[in-house]
Nanobody, 117 residues
């Protein structure tokens, strides 16, 4: 059973930084693509960044230039370093993984980020 657990959210002031973690169990990171998404109240869920099984990275437009996605294959964990946070970054941040041998999506429970001025 594939499970994802996000951590690292919290409250931060405008201009601050946070590092989110997504611990994946039940599959190897090299066996699929893992991505970070966020959903603000009343808005749709948007993709922030994605890293595939080979480590190739893609970034969405919403936080491009302010985030870096990395992975630690020894811990099977994907990180999202977020910098220069703005009030509009306040949202619940979710991790998703999709194994290459399955069309099924696995989501974590989310971690809340609040950016205050």
């Amino acid at each position: 059973q594939v499970q994802l657990v996000e951590s690292g959210g919290g409250m931060v002031q405008t201009g601050g930084s946070l590092n989110l973690s997504c611990a994946v169990s039940g599959m190897s990171l090299e066996s699929g693509a893992t991505s970070w998404h966020r959903q603000a109240p009343g808005k749709s869920r948007d993709i922030i960044a994605r890293i595939d099984g080979r480590g190739f990275r893609l970034y969405g437009d919403s936080m491009k230039g302010r985030v870096i996605i990395t992975r630690d294959t020894s811990k099977n964990t994907v990180h999202l370093q977020m910098n220069d946070l703005k009030s509009e970054d306040t949202a619940v941040y979710y991790c998703k993984t999709v194994p290459y041998d399955s069309a099924r999506e696995y989501w974590g429970q989310g971690t809340r980020v609040t950016v205050s001025s």
